[in-house]
């Protein structure tokens, strides 16, 4: 890929810019006012009021539409509604701009694939922030990884008025078959789900159960109706298993010394980066959109994930169209 930032421009700072300043971007912004290697030129969002709060909070420019960002920066964070993802990120790229789109990148695979043709097209950087690829719990956990077989995964959360015009399998989810697909590096070969809705009219719990090619096996389960917060893998493997806990940002490793009648566990806490996660991930998209590389979770990566997001969710939908006739009332026909 192609860039301005070469012929001597390699230790000039990165020109960025958010788009969307709600609670995503607001942090994007933050966590930019406080990296070296980039400046926060300024942010745009549809309410100009709440633009300009966040624009003066941070001392930036407060852009009034994306036409603006042409040549005025390098690199965007898009955190915009999903369904406006594709638009904007795009349009952006369009203008010479690299991109990170927020999870899940776009609201429809024809809409990822208009990000990625735009990237090829304009070779520009596309990143989707898939955020947990980045917890210190998750760096700990990839060097030791063989082969495993099961995984148990939770990612509970309380009800807030956020991300609401998604589904929890695209809000929440949709972070843990990401990971999955990373760490198993394997074909998804089956899935079943289940999911309801309870305070919204979209699905606010669910639980999948997922098969790999090569045998692996993980159970998922989502909820932001939940009483605590709770955002926990385990994932076991020969000899030992792996907790990894999102929220305290660390792993432990419980291995058998001593099989037997009487065994013997050997408990290790995997040594961890303290980097706040989504540092780390503007970190590595700035390192990308600056040597101009893939970043890790590229927009291929991003796709994957959204690809087994909709499989999960028409899992859902087929398990309602069996369950709705006997919760309806009608006579239940197994029983005829």
């Known amino acids: 890929m192609s860039g301005r930032l070469g012929a001597g421009g390699e230790n000039r700072k990165i020109r960025v810019a958010v788009v969307g300043t709600g609670e995503f971007g607001r942090n994007h912004a ?11 030129v300024g942010v745009l969002d549809r309410d100009a009021t709440r633009a300009r709060k966040i624009a003066q909070e941070f001392g930036v420019r407060a852009f009034q539409g994306l036409d603006e960002l042409r040549g005025t920066v390098d690199a965007a964070s898009v955190a915009v509604p999903t369904v406006a993802h594709a638009e904007v990120g795009c349009r952006l790229m369009a203008m010479g701009v690299d991109t990170l789109v927020e999870k899940p990148m776009a609201a429809t695979l024809a809409e ?4 990625l043709d735009a990237s090829r ?7 989707v922030g898939h955020v947990e690829r980045f917890n210190p719990a998750v760096i700990a956990a990839e060097p030791i990884l063989n082969r495993p077989l099961f995984f148990e995964v939770h990612r509970l959360g309380v009800f807030t008025p956020r991300s609401l015009d998604v589904e929890v399998i695209y809000d929440l989810m949709i972070h843990d078959l990401d990971i999955l697909l990373a760490l198993v590096k394997e074909p998804v070969t089956e899935v079943k789900a289940v999911g309801i809705p309870v305070l919204t009219d979209k699905v606010d719990i669910a639980h999948a159960r997922l ?39 660390d792993a432990l490793r419980v291995g058998v010394k001593k099989p037997g009648p009487q065994p013997e566990f050997g408990f290790e806490k995997l040594p961890a980066p303290t980097t706040e996660p989504l540092r780390a991930e503007l970190e590595a998209f700035a390192m990308a959109v600056r040597m101009r590389v893939a ?19 028409q899992s859902i939908r087929e ?18």
């Open 30 to 40: 933050r966590v930019y006012r406080e990296m070296d290697t980039v400046e926060l």
């Open 112 to 115: 990822a694939d208009e990000l």
């Open 121 to 127: 097209k304009h070779q520009r950087i596309l990143q």
């Open 211 to 249: 098969e790999f090619e090569g045998g692996a096996v993980a159970n998922v389960t989502a909820s932001r109706v939940s009483t605590e917060r709770v955002r926990k893998m385990r994932f076991f493997q020969q000899h030992e298993y792996i907790s990894l806990d999102y929220a305290r940002r």
């Open 295 to 313: 970043p890790k979770t590229d927009g291929f990566a991003g796709r994957a994930a959204l690809q087994l997001a909709d499989r999960v969710m």
């Open 319 to 336: 398990h309602d169209e069996r369950v709705q006739p006997v919760a309806k009332g009608s006579p239940d026909k197994t029983r005829q």
